[in-house]
């Protein structure tokens, strides 16, 4: 099975621009998973979608908003960004059914943001 | 809120040695997921092993072993016969399995280096 693919890779923005990342999760998964993460930060959860549902939110402002579409392919999109919106943002899939291995989840390779 | 504290930023170990990376975790929850994820310098994210709250046995994945201690919170991860693959930031990871879960909650890493 083809692993999890995130679009672009890279992708430098100025500041009050918005931008908008691509995820596509492994074939059968249904939950998609987004995180940010920075050097001072550390990994930090943003949201995760199931079946085109937001079923939980991390604590960041209305800025980061995200959804799903029927193919389970995901996106978050970041408007208005700050300077330190600049992060890799992660992305993770998992079969998300309830069942515990649903729990696992497997990441993609990241699209690195950069904010000037 | 759950935590997740690594308290080692960085170890270091000699090739073919052994090595324990420590990671210990609050949660008021019975009932979680424990993760170990590698991220070499490519930034992608790999599962290493999981281990379930309810389950007294220890996980093994060929070289990589845990040791859980539910009651002292605590989740350590054992690389036998360390190998230069295996440099990399270790994340240990925790959720709860309830259907409000937030994501993974990561601890902020231990940058493991092999020395050859």
């Known amino acids: 099975k083809a692993g999890v693919t995130q679009t672009p890779r890279y992708l430098i923005k100025t500041r009050g621009q918005q931008v908008t990342l691509s995820c596509s999760p492994i074939?059968?998964?249904?939950?998609v998973s987004w995180y940010q993460q920075t050097p001072g930060q550390g990994l930090q959860f943003l949201f995760e979608?199931?079946?085109?549902?937001?079923?939980n939110k991390g604590n960041f402002p209305g800025r980061f908003s995200g959804r799903q579409f029927s193919n389970s392919r995901s996106e978050m999109n970041v408007s208005t960004l700050e300077l330190g919106d600049s992060a890799l943002y992660l992305c993770?899939?998992?079969?998300?059914?309830?069942?515990?291995?649903?729990?696992?989840?497997?990441f993609g390779p990241g699209t690195r943001l950069t904010v000037t | 809120a759950q935590t997740v504290t690594q308290s080692q930023p960085e170890m270091s170990v000699q090739e073919a040695e052994t090595v324990t990376l420590s990671c210990t975790y609050d949660t008021s929850e019975s009932d979680y997921y424990l993760f170990w994820y590698k991220q070499p310098p490519s930034r992608q994210m790999i599962l290493v092993i999981r281990?379930?709250?309810?389950?007294?046995q220890n996980a093994t994945e060929n070289r990589f072993s845990v040791n859980f201690q539910k009651a002292a919170k605590s989740f350590s991860l054992k690389i036998s016969d360390s190998q230069l693959g295996d440099a990399a930031m270790y994340f240990c990871a925790y959720r709860w399995s309830g259907g409000g879960a937030d994501g993974l909650t990561f601890g902020k890493g231990t940058h493991l280096i092999i020395q050859p």
């Open positions: 979608y199931f079946s085109e549902t937001q079923r």
């Open positions: 281990q379930e709250a309810y389950k007294q």
């Open positions: 074939s059968g998964h249904r939950s």
């Open positions: 993770a899939s998992s079969l998300g059914t309830g069942q515990y291995l649903s729990y696992e989840q497997y």
